[in-house]
């Protein structure tokens, strides 16, 4: 199989203010674009070409020999997904089942932002917050580089981008704020119910 890179759900321009039709450009044309043309040279001749995605995620993760495979894997899943975890006007109501859960799990959904925050602003040098579904709970996590839940045999449900080049022409180095912005304006909260509800 090869991968082809999806088009942005939304206009370039359309996340604005919180994140620039100049990031988009540079992030999914660029960035993204790179890691699933990597992947599929590095996939010729590998015993993973034409797997779905997802398995050559799992199945080179922690194999020596198949990092650079893992790096962009890794990275064009996040990628796919971290389009999908926003939408203009985002931020806004949770859905009630996935807000009770919320709620349950870690007390408020003022509680789950502080977590999931910290769990971002706390991932040394480039990586991913997380929020994520494991045995039966919700709880944040954070991962270096290309990591992320599937590699770890856990449910990813919403993920943020800490990678500078996510945020630094927008906030330059303000992390912190940039995850106010995603949490506030931009998470689409339809997204991760839909991806709680076929996990649960
Ligand atoms: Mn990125």
């Not at 203009?88 to 009630?96: C, T």
């Not at 977590?115 to 579904?133: R, Y």
């Not at 995850?179 to 506030?184: G, T, W």
Request: a negative charge; proline letters at 4%.
């Amino acid at each position: 199989m090869t991968f082809t890179l999806p088009d942005l759900p939304y206009a370039y321009d359309a996340l604005g203010p919180y994140m620039s039709q100049e990031t988009l450009e540079f992030h999914h044309d660029k960035h993204h674009n790179t890691y699933v043309v990597t992947l599929n040279k590095l996939l010729e001749g590998s015993d993973l070409a034409g797997k779905e995605l997802e398995e050559v995620v799992t199945g080179s993760f922690g194999d020596a020999s198949k990092q650079g495979i893992f790096n962009n894997a890794g990275q064009a899943w996040n990628h796919n997904h971290f389009w999908n975890w926003m939408k203009p006007n985002g931020g806004g109501a949770i859905p009630g089942e996935l807000e009770s859960k919320i709620n349950e799990d870690f007390g408020s959904v003022d509680a789950f932002k502080e977590a999931f925050t910290q769990a971002g602003v706390t991932q040394f040098g480039s990586g991913w917050a997380w929020l994520i579904l494991d045995n039966g709970k919700l709880t944040t996590m954070k991962t270096p580089n290309a990591e992320n839940p599937l590699a770890h045999g856990k449910t990813a449900l919403l993920g943020c981008d800490v990678w500078e080049h996510s945020y630094y022409i927008d906030y330059r180095n303000a992390r912190p704020k940039y995850l106010e912005a995603f949490l506030n304006n931009l998470v689409n909260w339809e997204y991760v119910a839909e991806l709680y509800a076929n996990a649960s």
